[in-house]
T-cell receptor, first 117, second 114 residues
Framework: GAVVSQHPSWVICKSGTSVKIECRSL??????MFWYRQFPKQSLMLMAT?????????EQGVEKDKFLINHASLTLSTLTVTSAHPEDSSFYIC?????????????FGNGTRLTVT | AQTVTQSQPEMSVQEAETVTLSCTYD???????LFWYKQPPSRQMILVIR??????QNATENRFSVNFQKAAKSFSLKISDSQLGDTAMYFC???????????FGAGTRLTVKP
């Protein structure tokens, strides 16, 4: 089956630094990737939609300058948390699909736990 | 905007028994997809079952089945013969027909007791 690899699985960084999270589709080309954020014991909240070769579309309330998304190839999307603060500590999950449309299933990465100290 | 509501934050069931998790949603779309995802402690999102809104027949996957009531905008998940490995968070999710923008409910934490 289709595999989405997310790296790193966990990361600890200091306040003010930036951290990059990678989301790779290993055995398929993903035209669209999604980034979610999940606080402890809460649901997944969509942050942004990443389309290969174009700018990401951010959900309302998500700061695009703080959460930089790049989807430079059909197999890789990156989320960079810039100038991280403790309130950015969370679990970040990506998902990917081959094409737009609900008949194309979403494949989820294993998530990245970010802790900002 | 679509909203997905799961009104049961936590539920428990005895091993081998049946449990039903509730989900309601709100949309003005006519064609869409509904999903149940399982998230065990590993945090991996695992697709349990999906339902196309244009299909009247309820989806089933082994011990998992849904009761899809389109007019009532209800999409409940029934787990039969519950197993200890079913212990997890369960999320109900909605997706429009022509994109992959998936919206999740708040989740239900299910505990299967031995």
């Amino acid at each position: 089956g289709a595999v989405v690899s997310q790296h790193p699985s966990w990361v600890i960084c200091k306040s003010g630094t930036s951290v990059k999270i990678e989301c790779r589709s290993l055995d398929f080309q993903a035209t669209t990737m999604f980034w979610y954020r999940q606080f402890p014991k809460q649901s997944l909240m969509l942050m942004a939609t990443s389309n290969e070769g174009s700018k990401a579309t951010y959900e309302q309330g998500v700061e695009k300058d703080k959460f930089l998304i790049n989807h430079a190839s059909l197999t890789l999307s990156t989320l960079t948390v810039t100038s991280a603060h403790p309130e950015d500590s969370s679990f970040y999950i990506c998902s990917a699909s081959i094409r737009q449309g609900a008949d194309s299933p979403l494949h989820f990465g294993n998530g990245t736990r970010l802790t900002v100290t | 905007a679509q909203t997905v509501t799961q009104s049961q934050p936590e539920m428990s069931v005895q091993e081998a028994e049946t449990v039903t998790l509730s989900c309601t949603y709100d949309t003005s779309e006519n064609n869409y997809y509904l999903f149940w995802y399982k998230q065990p402690p590993s945090r991996q999102m695992i697709l349990v079952i999906r339902q196309e809104a244009y299909k009247q027949q309820n989806a089933t996957e082994n011990r998992f089945s849904v009761n899809f009531q389109k007019a009532a905008k209800s999409f409940s998940l029934k787990i039969s013969d519950s197993q200890l490995g079913d212990t997890a968070m369960y999320f109900c999710a909605f997706m429009k027909q022509y994109n992959n923008d998936m919206r999740f409910g708040a989740g239900t934490r299910l505990t299967v007791k031995p």
